[in-house]
DNA sequence: CATGAATGAGCGTTCATTCAT
DNA sequence: CATGAATGAACGCTCATTCAT
């Protein structure tokens, strides 16, 4: 009677680029429905934090957020847009900021503060944190989400650059080595139980400036 | 609710503890069904490798390896216990070559050869390799899976002792974060369709040996 | 090995103590969906009757019933959930009548009634009364079900002590036995295909009479 | 590949009547043939006292009789004719016994031994006489099965009328009704856990002798 | 807009049956 | 003949998605 196919995501309106169908289904002009949204981000999150992958079905966010899984689909298009948006809640704040330390004057300082915001991310809610690392790398996310990775790598690079590290395709491929690096170790600790963020910070760093050349300052 | 069991043979060498659901169900007597379990195998790393987890089916897999579902199941209780034998074939190798490695007398050459072997192995199968990454860390499996990865770690530590770090402790942490580094670097080098192995090995030692206190000889 | 439950919504209350699993799933909350609990029980019954247990799949209960697989999911947990609510329904109304017949005066017209009413009951769906019988004694349902049985035996017990009968243990067999010989010859003569009522009571009356002592008034 | 379906009987070598199919494959003309039916069905008896229906199936009989599937089929075509086979070899014994005692000259003593043999027969094997009883209402088993049922009536009938009963259609169903009553009180005490024969005989025998007129001598 | 009942393709798994060895 | 590996239709059940209310 209803002839969807579930597993390919079709959309008549395609908005963005690439995976287009998994854009907000409407922008939320509301205060009432940008709410839902967070609250059904926020379900997600509980979700996955909770009772990980398994249990992480549209119905169980919308039964954690306290909505109908219809409610879900007015702002979703589908499920892995929810997973795409908690991502890039997740991952947004942590980019703002590693954004704006790169501005910062001294390299190496902004190295380490970008380091400690690495840090402090994977600390917060390191479960979650976990799990989006995965489905990041497990789905076929739209561009947006790739974004987020080549902004950070591309912030790193800047402060590479004013490190004073030259050749570019080089100082590109150090950025990404960089990057894994610390989201390696990072994970690994969060995975762990780990929860001294100052310890940790520590053995990131030298791992990091290890890793540098000894010309950069 | 799955209400029956209908295949009582079950193994008589349970070797480990918890999932022992996930041992095989029946050791091969034909000749021919030894080989079906290396075909088995090896379509489920055909499905992962050529169409990702999505495509991940039991059923995909029998297609692959041109055998039944039937079969598949005449050998592996469940799906999980598929994933579980391709992640200890892939790691096995590997494990028993960093094994190998470890008991090497000079540390620094014991390491640089470590890495090679991860290097090598990471870049062998590299999409396939990702994926079981993924695949250890999301599923719940045995102990034979998690000792593949404290077996690495304790091969490190070992090194790591003999070459000259002092605190059993800190050592620990050393190693695992060594192993985290490697793993951060290699996985994401292999995700970017890097295939320079001798490259990739220069730029992993240079983060080891640069983590590394500087007395590690 | 089934390995996820999506559907947290346990229903909050809980009556029987064992196979909770088998408790609906859910309660009713539009009109709609209290009439498809029917209607699925409707197309259980009629897949029994005209197709026999081997015919007896969720499928083709739900399609005998015109709604889809899901459906029979949401108000029924498991297969067995809907033969246990099936036999409910089907035994209900014939263990109130009896409970309501144990509680008149004068023994003897009680049996009377209790036997009229077993005779009704099996007469009315005899191919699916008797698959039920067959299923109840086949299947591990709950005690619910487990209930009926020792309600009707209880009710019977009940009329044999205000009978005049004495000695309790004794009368507790007694019971049981007048009950297996009720169910053994109507559900004979259910499978014969006989319809005749009256004729049908009158054997069994005689059978229950004959068993019972001469001093039962 | 193989292209039967085996939820449906067909077989090539029709050589009785209805359910041709179910007549064992090949006569066993060697003995070992013979002990290997034996062995076959003792395994399936087994499998259904100690495990139930649900554990009852073709490799289960095959390994609880130490042979291989295999064997099974070459001296059954079908599953459901090794229960046949089954409920024939229990309730064979049964009918010569009742089948001699109908041929003794004084009914009444006939009617009781035939009831004794009945108590006997559920008594030795409680848990398997009644899975069979169950199967035999539940399978569409060949007339032979069904001849066993009318056999016993058959032998009950002319107990009846040497016991001085006249009319001879009420008689066959008395005798029905009187086969029902013994089934129904024995298959119940049975399932109850009883093993006091002697007790359970002269239940059984009041219930017999109280639905018997009074002219039966 | 929100709700939640309804949908159905698809999954993991079983087991009666066949057939190469 | 015996073996047991192989087969595949069919089952119970899930869950992303839709749509009537």
Redesign the interface.
């Known amino acids: 009677m209803s002839n969807h196919s579930h597993?390919e995501l079709a959309s008549p309106l395609t908005r963005s680029a690439r995976p287009a169908a998994l854009n907000p289904r409407k922008s939320p002009r509301q205060s009432r429905a940008t709410s839902t949204v967070a609250i059904i981000l926020e379900g997600a999150a509980r979700v996955l934090e909770e009772s990980g992958?398994?249990?992480y079905?549209t119905?169980?966010v919308a039964?954690r957020a306290g909505v109908s899984v219809g409610s879900v689909y007015q702002y979703f298009p589908a499920k892995e847009a929810i997973t795409r948006a908690l991502i890039q809640r997740e991952t947004g704040a942590l980019l703002a900021e590693v954004k704006s330390l790169a501005a910062v004057n001294s390299p190496r300082p902004a190295l380490e503060a970008v380091i400690d915001a690495c840090v402090a991310h994977q600390l917060r809610r390191p479960a979650l944190a976990?799990i989006l690392d995965?489905e990041e790398?497990?789905l076929p996310l739209g561009d947006d989400v790739a974004d987020l990775g080549r902004a950070l790598a591309t912030a790193l690079h800047q402060i590479l650059l004013r490190g004073g590290l030259r050749d570019e395709d080089a100082t590109l491929?150090v950025a990404?080595?960089l990057?894994?690096?610390?989201?390696?170790?990072v994970?690994?600790?969060g995975?762990?139980g780990e929860t001294d963020a100052a310890a940790l910070s520590r053995?990131v760093r030298?791992?990091v400036?290890?890793?540098?050349p000894a010309e950069f300052y």
């Open positions: 597993h992958l398994r249990a079905s119905n169980a039964n976990r995965l790398a497990r491929v990404a080595d990057l894994a690096i610390i989201k390696g170790i994970d690994a600790a995975q762990r053995r030298r791992a400036f290890g890793f540098l």
